[in-house]
């Protein structure tokens, strides 16, 4: 079993930064990526942003040049600097990572339990 561990949300205000980590522990043999994905009360859960082991970035237009994923791969950590916050960006941010198992190299797909950021205006 692979669990996923969040912090670094709480309460900044609009134009402020927050950073946030995560890290993936348990029987990893490898990670294919790791990211981010936020829902907003009342809304579906959506991408933040993701990174490849490579280093490759997949990301909302909504965050563009404004978040900044980067990764750990030797920490299975990844993190998310977030900057130029706005009121929009307030939402439960959840950690998400996929790759394979150590042992058996069954297919994992995991999530974490989320960290709230809010954003006042």
């Known amino acids: 079993q692979v669990q996923l561990v969040e912090s670094g949300g709480g309460l900044v205000q609009a134009g402020g930064s927050l950073r946030l980590s995560c890290v993936a522990s348990?029987?990893?043999?490898?990670?294919?990526?790791m990211g981010w994905y936020r829902q907003a009360p009342g809304k579906q859960r959506e991408l933040v942003e993701t990174?490849?082991?490579?280093?490759?970035?997949n990301y909302a237009d909504s965050v563009k040049g404004r978040f900044t994923i980067s990764g750990d791969n030797a920490k299975n950590t990844v993190y998310l600097q977030m900057n130029s916050l706005k009121p929009e960006d307030t939402a439960v941010y959840f950690c998400?990572?996929?790759?394979?198992?150590?042992?058996?190299?069954?297919?994992?797909?995991?999530w974490g339990k989320g960290t709230l950021v809010t954003v006042s205006s």
């Open positions: 998400n990572a996929n790759g394979h198992r150590g042992f058996s190299y069954v297919r994992f797909d995991s």
């Open positions: 990174i490849s082991s490579g280093g490759s970035t």
């Open positions: 348990g029987s990893i043999f490898s990670i294919n990526t």
